[in-house]
DNA sequence: TTTAGCACTTAAAACTTATGAGTGCTAATC
DNA sequence: GATTAGCACTCATAAGTTTTAAGTGCTAAA
């Protein structure tokens, strides 16, 4: 479908873009690229290039800047990723060995990793709840009416709420009432959990069944949140596209959006799937790009946002280093209550 | 100093100015405002508030903008705080009738209130610790090398944190640690606890002494620390002076720095105070003015941070109302567990 | 097929000229 | 003496104009 100068051609304007954020010329570009033709004939390609959709024209004295069809062909087909700088290297080995305790740390230490490495804004979510094992539930009395309600889960998460409870309890009550529930829930699948078995687990013990019940509804909430974590926010300043307001507005107001930030990182896609400016379902990101990554291990899901015009390759190549990483450190079906299994 | 028509004049410009953010010129202010006296007089008034160090001139042809000088002589003497509106004050009860559980969320509902009322960014950090004396620790065991810490205030703070164990320790030994460590420090200031008070702990109990000294490290981090809870970011959007890209970003870096935050937080001055642009003392706050307000009874510290041409009067009139209901609400001594004392 | 040459296009930058809001001063008025 | 009408002056902003320069598309020659 296209020629090969035509790819190169192609891929030479993405790259300058990237690099310089200025429309891209013909003589430019046979200027700093060794392309072996005139400028002239580049023109006559990149006519025909943007007439095939793969190029934008902002407008007739300008260059020519990459259309989404165009960064998608790019990304697709003619980018490739590069090995890491060595001081970036140390530094995502030195980030991913922080102690953890916790199996939620890991994805926030790589959206720390990606989003200082790369300049973008990153965020992140933890292991996927749904397909989670409860491993054990604690219910621990603090004072005489606050309960905190703690749930391990097999992949080594780890997650507590405190919640006031209606009347006055002993520590008995809840020994019972946590004994049950251990009982009820320990291995069980998270996607398991419905209503009805909670309904049948209350029923089992009426006496506290209003208890019970708002706190086996408490546990119901805690597993299936999972928090979203922002890294690099303000590094869209360093982006010149950000220098407009109404971008850097509308940024930051998308940055505020958390709940369609889960659902965009729920994506049920590849493990890495780049969403160009308007190729996002939700019309908040079509100025954007988002790159999803979801971690080995079912670790977690990281996003990186950023203008259009952004380092795809970069990026990738920082994802592709982490994902070796993680599988080499993380390899036999995940991180286990603080310890390798 | 300042004669009654100076006075008056002043007022109005400032009010003028925080209502338009435009410079206000004499003639405006004789056709909006009933001064009873020509654009000429107020001109010669407004010269000399000038020569006094009140007002500024951006340039000969604009009209009168406030100096800091002009908008503190405002907050000191010229401003009165008005009643709310009625939806304003349901709004605050509703916000803050929202179930309690711990008593860092009755300042984080205040922020939440607060920047939505007022359209500027607040950021509040719950009672402040030196102060605590704590109720109980709790020590819980997650799997077999994860340690749950949670750390009571007679205040009613709850603040739990899970760390790693360098060993496998049983059940029976956290719990015997957990008694240790309960009745040395219940009932304790947490400012009375130093580092040698941990040791003399740690001492009484050789076998497991690193554990025990970790864990002790762990509690005093988290009764020592404070978190800062951020609402309205997003806020400065809609104030046209930060329609300046630059001005803009030093705003959201400043609200980045949280260990700055904290710092401004800390004033241990009056309950309430402002700080109006250059008079801050963090040369990061010059171009914003920020107002402190010391919640009753401990309750935390809330900061409201916005453009020098604040709307003082505004904020005043909402703390003023936040803080008559805490007083009602949280009468005497506190919030301890979930239930007024 | 490639390219030199050139007329054409257009955004952005650099000037230029209004416009108008506001001032400060002077002299007349209350 | 305080106030104000009158008016020349200032200057940022807006609007309009010209220049510049980067880039294009087309044609005809290589």
């Known amino acids: ?41 580049i023109r006559n390609e990149m006519a025909e290039l943007e007439e095939m959709g793969y190029l934008d024209k902002p407008h007739t004295s300008a260059g020519r800047v990459p259309s989404t069809l165009g960064y998608r062909v790019y990304v697709d087909s003619l980018m490739q990723t590069n090995d890491l700088k060595e001081e970036e290297v140390l530094f995502i080995k030195k980030t991913l060995e922080n102690e953890i305790i916790e199996v939620n740390e890991i994805v926030k230490n790589i959206g ?27 219910l621990i009395l603090l004072g005489s009416n606050m309960l905190l309600i703690v749930v391990l889960t097999k992949e080594g998460s780890v997650k507590e709420t405190v919640i006031n409870l209606s009347k006055t309890v002993t520590e008995e009550v809840i020994q019972k009432l946590n004994e049950i529930i251990r009982i009820k829930l320990k291995d069980e699948y998270v996607k398991n ?12 013990l009426s006496v506290y069944v209003d208890i019970l019940f708002s706190i086996l ?13 922002l890294d690099g926010r303000n590094n869209i300043f360093k982006h010149p596209e950000f220098k407009k307001y109404d ?19 729920q994506v049920e896609d590849k493990d890495v799937n780049i969403y160009i400016g308007d190729e996002n379902e939700h019309s908040e990101f079509k100025d954007f790009s988002l790159i999803t990554f979801k971690c080995p291990e079912n670790l977690g899901i990281v ?6 015009r952004m380092d795809y390759a970069k990026v990738l190549s920082v994802i592709k280093y982490i994902n070796q990483i993680l599988k ?6 995940g991180y286990v209550n603080g310890e390798k299994e």
């Open 112 to 138: 720390k990793a990606v989003s200082d490495i790369t300049d973008y804004t990153v965020f992140s979510t933890g292991p996927d709840v749904t397909d989670a094992v409860i491993e054990d539930v604690k």
């Open 217 to 229: 509804n408490e546990i119901m909430k805690l597993i299936n949140e999972n928090d979203i974590t």
């Open 193 to 204: 959990i419905k209503i009805d078995v909670l309904k049948y687990i209350s029923n089992e």
């Open 247 to 265: 971008l850097a507005k509308s940024f930051l107001d998308v940055l505020e959006a958390k709940q369609l930030i889960k659902e965009v990182l």
């Open 303 to 308: 996003g990186i946002i950023g203008p259009t």
């Open 328 to 333: 080499n450190k993380y390899k036999k079906g």
């Open 1 to 41: 479908m296209l020629n090969d100068r035509k790819k190169k051609i192609l891929q030479t304007i993405v790259e300058d873009y990237i690099e310089n954020s200025q429309p891209v010329g013909s003589k430019k570009l046979v200027e700093c690229y060794d392309l072996g033709v005139s400028p002239a004939t």
